[in-house]
């Protein structure tokens, strides 16, 4: 099974309104962490938020919020009054185990295309 | 600007060459990770170091290898190159407020194999 999914292959938003990035995850450790990243065309990586498995509360960082549902294990990416720079490629990526942990490595989905229209 | 620099940016090469490509973590980070991104396998795990010794090891071949030096930098050296091999490499770190244990990348290195 996908540790990561995101199954939206690509998304529109109209300049300024909210749009939603939707991922799950798969995992049977109790501790672990989950980001989302930004990839423009440029190609570099962004890290926008992290949520970890343990936090009571969602994660937010300005424009970006985290919507946890653990029940669920969703982990999905809402963006507040899009830009037209927000357009981009955006990953969700999960790391299993605790963050002080030996193996540490990130496990990626497969990414969404969100393209802003003016 | 992440704070971990990646060189070269773009390298092109021909198959059976070997390559270096070169990582600086930000400053007091003391891991460093290797993804592989290509179009048909995403992005991938390749390696982990944690103050110049491997941590961890993914989905990396056999003709890679990579190391970390006493400054922290660290190098993934690319063998009998592949057509297969062209992606974009990616380093990442991290180690400051290890409670989130956020990884930073760099801006890659886009590897072509012709």
């Known amino acids: 099974a996908q540790k990561i999914t995101q199954t939206q292959p690509g998304m529109f938003v109209q300049e300024k309104e909210a749009v939603t990035l939707d991922c799950t995850y798969d995992?049977?450790?109790?501790?672990?962490?989950l980001f989302w990243y930004k990839q423009p065309s440029s190609g570099e990586m962004i890290f926008l938020i992290y949520?970890?498995?343990?936090?009571?509360q969602n994660a937010t960082e300005g424009r970006y919020s985290l919507n946890f549902q653990k029940a669920r294990k969703s982990a999905n990416l809402v963006i507040s009054a899009s830009q037209l720079g927000d357009s981009a490629m955006y990953f969700c990526?999960?790391?299993?185990?605790?963050?002080?942990?030996?193996?540490?490595?990130?496990?990626f989905g497969k990414g969404i295309t969100l393209s802003v229209r003016p | 600007d992440s704070g971990v620099t990646q060189t070269p940016k773009h390298l092109i090469t021909a198959t059976g060459q070997r390559v270096t490509l070169r990582c600086s973590p930000r400053?007091?980070?003391?891991?460093v990770y290797w993804y592989q991104q290509s179009l048909d396998q995403g992005l991938q795990f390749l390696i982990q170091?944690?103050?110049?010794?491997?941590?961890a090891k993914g989905n990396i071949l056999e003709r890679f290898s990579a190391q970390q030096f006493p400054d922290l930098h660290s190098e993934l050296n690319l063998s009998s190159l592949e057509l297969g091999d062209s992606a974009l490499y990616f380093c990442?770190?991290?180690?400051?407020?290890?409670?989130?244990?956020?990884?930073?990348f760099g801006a890659g290195t886009r590897l072509s194999v012709l």
């Open positions: 990442a770190s991290s180690g400051r407020g290890l409670a989130k244990n956020i990884q930073y």
């Open positions: 990526a999960m790391r299993e185990g605790p963050s002080t942990g030996a193996n540490s490595k990130l496990t």
């Open positions: 170091y944690y103050n110049g010794e491997e941590r």
């Open positions: 400053s007091g980070d003391l891991s």
């Open positions: 949520q970890g498995s343990y936090d009571q």
């Open positions: 995992t049977s450790d109790p501790s672990y962490g």
